[in-house]
């Protein structure tokens, strides 16, 4: 533990506090189910698990007896091992589906994030007549819009007339429900699909996700989400949000390792639409048809429908190890201690800038409803090096440019303490870098 710095009074307070936290946490014991980097003869203090989600030490005996497979079965694994290969997918589905809130058949792990979100555009992006446009927010992702600006083309249409782009109003940082369903009445008849983010990654503000996808109906645009920054960090309900498509990672919050097997969601009610347009595969064609080798494609309903092709197994199995780590969780009780875990860093940094005169702007909502756990703060008058410090210290979170700090504290292994210890080695910083 870092030492108490006494020229901050509250240092010793906030310690205090987060001992008592986490004695009384309930989830408290999930952190030993991870592998935390170490700083010297310490742990490290890792906050980007929006970035990278740690590893489970429960991926290396799922990676192994899949080797053990390969090496007893050869081919013969897809049907013969103890996870048989041929429908690999299928054992991520269950617990994915209660992450996003999805019925079973309505998600598919598959892919990397990218394709996926170009696979069900070329479904939910039919532009026809005067419906052209496609709508994301004004610095997605710069995946995300190359992903859009690549279809718009692909269709023959200009970016710079069919992409619309929302922007937070001057001097503000995220986006307003109002301003957003505005927005969407405003291009009406002229919008084609409206696809955003569900968290932003560099603001941290989760998005309205319901009354995006309510306001998209109601003037007969089709709905999707990069669920890149919100799969596995928010409480999800994409079922009952009607939301038509949705992607994600599986390496952030999901923890299933750098180059993760990524995942999708097409809702229910466009299960079983072969009219619909799509790349075909083999492996969206009917399962028990599949190896009878048809030239004609046989469509496979709900979002098995999408894939093209057979599973990645080394690079899905660590997903399951940390699935399991989800459903032992619940996902109730991790937004719980979310809550909870986030407000306390808040707090903690408002208290920080006070103690050190430093003004440090918080970019994420403060509304406990429009986040997860991940906050985006400036420190006003500090460049880099503040980072660097951190760095130096332990502390692993991510810098954005011009001068962001991304700080995840992540609730399946981060304690309260982390977030103490880090808020004394923030307020040295401030003092000491320029």
């Excluded at 405003?186 to 968290?199: F, K, N, Y």
């Excluded at 707090?347 to 918080?362: M, P, Q, T, Y």
Aim: aromatic share 8%; glycine share 8%; proline share 6%.
């Amino acid at each position: 533990m870092p030492p108490v710095m006494p020229n901050w009074k509250e240092a010793e307070a906030f310690l205090n506090e987060a001992r008592q936290l986490d004695a009384a946490d309930p989830l408290a014991s999930f952190r030993d189910h991870f592998h935390v980097p170490p700083h010297g003869e310490n742990p490290a203090l890792y906050f980007t698990g929006n970035s990278l989600g740690l590893q489970p030490k429960g991926a290396a005996a799922v990676i192994q007896d899949e080797l053990d497979d390969w090496k007893k079965y050869g081919v013969e694994g897809h049907f013969q091992a103890k996870r048989p290969w041929v429908n690999y997918h299928a054992f991520a589905t269950d617990d994915l589906a209660a992450i996003v809130g999805a019925n079973p058949r309505e998600v598919v792990a598959m892919n990397a994030l990218t394709v996926n979100l170009h696979l069900l555009l070329v479904s939910f992006y039919r532009p026809a007549g005067r419906r052209t446009r496609l709508m994301i927010e004004k610095g997605a992702f710069p995946s995300d819009r190359y992903a859009a600006v690549s279809q718009l083309r692909m269709h023959g249409l200009d970016p710079e007339h069919h992409l619309i782009e929302l922007e937070p109003r001057p001097g503000e940082h995220t986006l307003r429900t109002e301003d957003i369903e505005a927005r969407i009445e405003q291009e009406g008849q002229h919008l084609a699909c409206v696809m955003l983010c569900g968290v932003q990654y560099y603001t941290g503000q989760w998005m309205p996700m319901a009354e995006i996808t309510a306001a998209a109906h109601a003037v007969g645009a089709t709905c999707g989400f990069d669920l890149a920054h919100a799969v596995g960090n928010v409480p999800l309900q994409l079922h009952n949000w009607d939301v038509d498509f949705a992607c994600w990672c599986g390496y952030k919050y999901l923890n299933g390792g750098p180059g993760c097997t990524a995942g999708a969601f097409v809702h229910d009610r466009h299960a079983n639409k072969p009219e619909l347009a799509r790349l075909e595969g083999w492996w969206g064609h009917a399962e028990s048809r599949r190896f009878l080798m048809e030239p004609d494609f046989d469509l496979m309903p709900g979002a098995e429908g999408w894939q093209t092709s057979n599973a990645p197994v080394f690079n899905m199995a660590a997903l399951l190890a940390s699935l399991a780590e989800f459903r032992a969780a619940g996902i109730d009780r991790l937004r719980t201690k979310s809550l909870a875990l986030t407000g306390f860093l808040e707090r903690g940094i408002h208290a920080v800038a006070k103690s050190s005169g430093v003004h440090l702007e918080i970019l994420t909502p403060s509304d406990p409803n429009a986040r997860g756990c991940q906050l985006s703060v400036v420190a006003h008058g500090k460049g880099k090096s503040l980072y660097n410090h951190l760095t130096e210290n332990g502390v692993i979170v991510d810098w954005r440019e011009p001068a962001v700090i991304r700080l995840a504290p992540v609730p399946l292994y981060n304690r309260f303490a982390d977030v103490a210890e880090f808020l004394i080695i923030l307020e040295q910083g401030l003092k000491e870098s320029k």
